[in-house]
Structure formats: C-alpha cells, structure tokens
C-alpha cells in the first residue's frame, strides 16, 4: 500500500491559519470516514489531534479543525501558536483492512 | 490512566527475528472495544503502520510485512507482542504499541517508543 501524500513542509506566523492537505484514492480517504491527524514533537511519540475526518479528543484546542472532500482530507490550524510547530501525519483506513499514514509535514511557527 | 512501555533488544542482527513487547498498565488488554497495535517510525521518516489485535484475538497486518509479523497478546500478563522475522537494516526503526478504538480511526494512547537498530 502506498503512502498518503502530504506536503513535505508549511509555514505560518503567529496568529495565521494554515492547512494541511492529505491526498489517497477511493480506497482509503475516499472511502472511509476514517481519518486521523496525529501531531508529533521531536523525540515524542504522536498524539491524535483529529480522528474521523473533523472529530476533536477532548483536551485538543478548537484551533485544530479537519475536513474531507472525495479522496483529499485537510487539517487546518488557525491562530497558529508557536507550540504548535511540530510533524503532522495523517492516517486512513483501507479497503485491505489496514491503515495507512501520510509521509508527514513539517509545520513551522515562523 | 492507561498507560503503554514498550521493550526488548535495541540490537538486532540482521536475518534474525526482532521481539518486541508492550506492558500495559491502568487498564486491561482484555478490555472490549480496542485494538492493540504496533506503529515504527525509521530513523528521520515517517510513520508507518505494521498491525494490529483485536481483544478478541483477531490480527490485521500491513500487507507488505504480512509475511514476516506475528502479533499477540499475553492477556495473562497483560503484554502485546509483536514478532518480525528475517530483519534487515530497512527494519531499523522506533516502534510504538498503540490502542485504536473500535468503529474508530482514533489511536488514542501511545507508547513512548523503543528504537531497534538491525547490524551485525
């Protein structure tokens, strides 16, 4: 199974929103409304951020939001904090019973 | 809190078979309504998924490690296993155990990870 394809960086200022683009086919983001965003600081292990396409955990800000529109699925961040510069994966189920994550992305709080 | 502490060799030569376990503490293996997987990350790349259990025993793999995984759990003991056989130096990564909730995509707790270096 192929990865899915994310940016491999973004960028942003404090404040700004910035978006997060995961692209799969129809038989993973496009079929599934079982998309994840994980958030992964230096040395720490990911911690989920959006699962479900738009599900929020609680304890994760509202400044994180998600989307999907046919088989591309989107994380947005608005009023960008500096704490949030870290890697971003996204992750979908697949129509082999597996799961798949993105390469990843970069996120930079300029 | 439930909380996930992988362990097991940091080295592994190359051909041999690389074992993995994963205590889990403050709640049951045994729970209904999750899975329990494994997730490696190679050094400076990105995550990659390598398999899952269910509680009730049923096992999901990565159709390109299929071959070479073995997952288990040791309810007894309360630990996850994983096995990966026949390793090379592309096996070389930090592997996390993680619980998926079920009808879910959400891996909602992670270990911290442990990293395996495959040499001779």
């Known amino acids: 199974q192929s990865a899915l394809t994310q940016p491999a960086s973004v960028s942003g200022s404090p404040g700004q929103s910035i978006t997060i683009s995961c692209t799969g086919t129809?038989?993973?983001?496009?079929?599934?409304?079982?998309v994840s965003w994980y958030q992964q600081h230096p040395g720490k292990a990911p911690k989920v951020m959006i699962y479900?396409?738009?599900n929020r955990p609680s304890g994760v800000p509202d400044r994180f939001s998600g989307s999907k529109s046919g088989n591309t699925a989107s994380l947005t961040i608005s009023g960008l904090q500096a704490e949030d510069e870290a890697d971003y994966y996204c992750s979908s189920y697949t129509s082999s019973s597996s799961w798949v994550f993105g390469g990843g992305t970069k996120l930079t709080v300029l | 809190q439930l909380q996930l502490q992988e362990s097991g060799p940091g080295l592994v030569k190359p051909s041999e078979t690389l074992s993995l376990t994963c205590t889990v503490s403050?709640?049951?293996?045994?729970?209904?309504?999750?899975?329990w997987g494994w997730i490696r990350q190679p050094p400076g790349k990105g995550l990659e998924w390598i398999g899952n259990?269910?509680?009730?025993?049923?096992?999901y793999y990565n159709p390109s490690l299929k071959s070479r995984v073995t997952i288990s759990v040791d309810t007894s003991k309360n630990l996850l296993s994983l096995k990966l056989s026949s390793v090379t130096a592309a096996d070389t990564a930090v592997y996390y155990c993680?619980?998926?909730?079920?009808?879910?995509?959400?891996?909602?707790?992670w270990g911290q990870g442990t990293t395996v270096t495959v040499s001779s």
């Open positions: 993680a619980r998926r909730i079920s009808g879910s995509g959400r891996m909602d707790v």
């Open positions: 259990i269910y509680y009730g025993g049923s096992t």
């Open positions: 479900d396409v738009s």
């Open positions: 403050g709640g049951s293996i045994s729970s209904s309504g999750y899975y």
């Open positions: 129809s038989s993973d983001v496009g079929g599934y409304n079982y």
